[in-house]
């Protein structure tokens, strides 16, 4: 279990050069729900918003790639405000290595809950001002769980999830009915420890075992869906298909900020829609 939080920071367990002192530090750090914080409500000061969700580790050391996220959007693109909306900090994690946020799929629920009236909220404040979520690894599933409790009457521009921790046979459907441009979900079959091994073993935040949408992509066909798979190319952007580099700048400049100013009719190409029927 320790092994799975570390490859979630980005760290090897096989790399034995690794001090246990600071093994030790990670892992106590990882624990401490004092030192994490609330969510603010969804605020933005710019034309375009951008509410992104971290993983499981939330606070601290799990929601250093959001934060570099964060502030490359709103500093790349002037007419876009961003923030990371710790969902891991509403309820106190009980875990050390926290994979109860992973586990607990009533508490997960409930989350999503207070998630979904935020956004009802500011949809309400800012009639016709383009909102999007952004959600990685298990933030997906939240992500999803908030916009199927949203009114009939309120859309968001898109949903789009990176390395996400839901099953492949999740129902989207719901999720999709709430916005315009659809889900953008983008997967590696190289994330193998994380959203195959992992989710196989521990469970899908819906609670299903075996691999995850990061991992495989959703099994299912819809002209709002699209999907983007890890290719060896991508490495030159910083991306080496594993967990941990699915946030990397020149990643996120290529393939997901272009999303935050495309229409319905210019999708970007390499974001595949439905595939052909079988």
């Known amino acids: 279990m320790n092994n799975l939080l570390l490859r979630a920071a980005g760290l090897s367990p096989r790399k034995r050069s690794m001090s246990r002192p600071l093994i030790a530090c990670i892992l106590f750090t990882a624990a401490l729900p004092s030192c994490v914080v609330p969510p603010k409500p969804i605020e933005n000061t710019r034309q375009r918003h951008v509410v992104i969700l971290p993983g499981i580790g939330g606070s601290p050391i799990g929601i250093a790639d959001t934060q570099a996220l964060r502030s490359q959007i709103e500093r790349e693109m002037p007419e876009v405000s961003a923030q990371v909306w710790d969902w891991t900090a509403l309820e106190p994690t009980i875990g050390i290595t926290k994979i109860d946020n992973l586990t607990d799929y009533a508490r997960n629920r409930r989350r999503a809950s207070l998630l979904a009236r935020d956004i009802e909220t500011w949809t309400w404040q800012h009639p016709g001002s383009p909102l999007y979520l952004l959600a990685l690894s298990g933030g997906a599933g939240i992500a999803l769980f908030a916009c199927e409790e949203l009114p009939p009457d309120v859309t968001l521009e898109g949903i789009i999830l990176v390395s996400g921790g839901v099953s492949i046979t999740y129902d989207i459907t719901h999720a999709l009915a709430h916005t315009k441009l659809g889900i953008f979900n983008y997967y590696s079959h190289k994330d193998v420890h994380v959203l195959r091994n992992g989710t196989t073993r521990h469970g899908t935040m819906d609670r299903v ?70």
Do not use: C, V
């Open 209 to 278: 075992k075996g691999p995850a949408i990061g991992y495989a992509g959703f099994d299912a066909d819809h002209p709002k869906l699209f999907q983007l798979a890890w290719e060896p190319a991508m490495r030159q952007l910083g991306n080496w298909g594993g967990h941990s580099t699915s946030l990397r700048p020149a990643f996120a400049r290529r393939y997901l900020l272009p999303l935050f100013h495309a229409e319905t009719s210019a999708i970007p190409p390499e974001w595949h829609g439905a595939r052909e029927p079988k």
